[in-house]
T-cell receptor
Framework: AQSVTQLGSHVSVSEGALVLLRCNYS??????LFWYVQYPNQGLQLLLK??????LVKGINGFEAEFKKSETSFHLTKPSAHMSDAAEYFC????????????FGTGTRLQVTL | KAGVTQTPRYLIKTRGQQVTLSCSPI?????VSWYQQTPGQGLQFLFE???????NKGNFPGRFSGRQFSNSRSEMNVSTLELGDSALYLC?????????????FGEGSRLTVL
């Protein structure tokens, strides 16, 4: 069964600092991987997705993620944090053959301080 | 292009009652999925409908049911409500032909069971 693990339920960074949110996946087949963001009292918004076309994936709002098969990782990064990045971030994996069924990680709440 | 619309946004019910939540997908999207989000269990897949047929189902009791209409709008119903059903219920639609699992989420319906 496919699954994802997000390390760190809370991450705090200073404005302008590097953002690194960790996600490791478990899958017996090449997975489709996603990062979603959720702002307070809102639904989820897709940041980026990996579908095997390229290992370095660029998303919206300056975020990117690199698929590393050897490390089974798909960490999310942003070079310079902005106050507006404060939100909860979810890594997710799509089940093979059932693309609309996503298994989500437990989420990482990003806090950005001045 | 209008996004995914969920109604109602907030509702309060008492134990034993039933509730119906509605979701209008993005125009042209034929797949609608439902997820339950709680602080304890995180995001969990409920079910997915495609062209009026349930295509996938998560591990929820039979009290949770859904349906999809010919215009792709979907409803989910929870009968005999329990306190533990208090959650944010998220609907997502997908029109991806490449089956990569990119979902577009609504803002959710927040259900409180007293």
């Amino acid at each position: 069964a496919q699954s994802v693990t997000q390390l760190g339920s809370h991450v705090s960074v200073s404005e302008g600092a590097l953002v690194l949110l960790r996600c490791n996946y478990s899958s017996s087949v090449p997975p489709y991987l996603f990062w979603y963001v959720q702002y307070p009292n809102q639904g989820l918004q897709l940041l980026l997705k990996y579908t095997s076309a390229a290992t370095l994936v660029k998303g919206i709002n300056g975020f990117e993620a690199e698929f590393k098969k050897s490390e089974t990782s798909f960490h999310l990064t942003k070079p310079s944090a902005h106050m507006s990045d404060a939100a909860e971030y979810f890594c997710a994996v799509s089940h093979t053959g059932t693309a609309s069924k996503l298994t989500f990680g437990t989420g990482t709440r990003l806090q950005v301080t001045l | 292009k209008a996004g995914v619309t969920q109604t109602p946004r907030y509702l309060i019910k008492t134990r034993g009652q039933q509730v119906t939540l509605s979701c209008s997908p993005i125009s042209g999207h034929r797949s609608v999925s439902w997820y339950q989000q709680t602080p304890g269990q995180g995001l969990q897949f409920l079910f997915e409908y495609f062209s009026e047929t349930q295509r996938n189902k998560g591990n929820f009791p039979g009290r949770f049911s859904g349906r999809q209409f010919s215009n792709s709008r979907s409803e989910m119903n929870v009968s005999t409500l329990e306190l533990g059903d208090s959650a944010l219920y998220l609907c997502a639609s997908s029109g991806s032909r490449s089956n990569t699992g990119e979902l577009f989420f609504g803002e959710g319906s927040r259900l409180t069971v007293l």
